[in-house]
């Protein structure tokens, strides 16, 4: 049964950092491009970072950029998600996922996404 489990949320003051994890097991997921996405309460769903398959391409939403920094261990079948600089507005509920056909490509549509974790809460106070 293949699996992402995201760790490393909490609480944090405006301005600090956090490094999330999303491990994978069940399965390797080396060649499928993983995303992390967030839900703020009350908002819908949305992408926030992706890093393809082949590791060549990552995509950032406006409002992370420069902030944020997704990166991937295959050796550990794990995917990061490092963050500074944080803001209040980053409060949500972040979670990782999977595209099995984003080889070359990161894709924005979490529809794209074959696998998900549960989610890591990540709180960010002012």
């Known amino acids: 049964q293949a699996q992402l489990v995201e760790s490393g949320g909490g609480l944090v003051q405006t301005g600090g950092s956090l490094r999330l994890s999303c491990a994978a097991s069940g399965r390797t997921f080396n060649n499928y491009a993983m995303g992390w996405f967030r839900q703020a309460p009350g908002k819908e769903r949305e992408f926030v970072a992706g890093?393809?398959?082949?590791?060549?391409?990552?995509e950032y939403i406006d409002s992370v950029k420069g902030r944020f920094t997704i990166s991937r261990d295959n050796a550990k079948n794990t995917v990061y998600l490092q963050m500074n600089s944080l803001k209040p507005e980053d409060t949500a509920v972040y979670y990782c996922?999977?595209?099995?056909?984003?080889?070359?490509?990161?894709?924005?549509?979490?529809?794209?996404?074959?696998?998900w974790g549960q989610g890591t809460q990540v709180t960010v106070s002012s």
């Open positions: 996922a999977a595209d099995a056909s984003g080889w070359a490509i990161v894709r924005l549509s979490e529809a794209e996404y074959d696998y």
């Open positions: 890093i393809s398959g082949n590791d060549g391409n990552t």
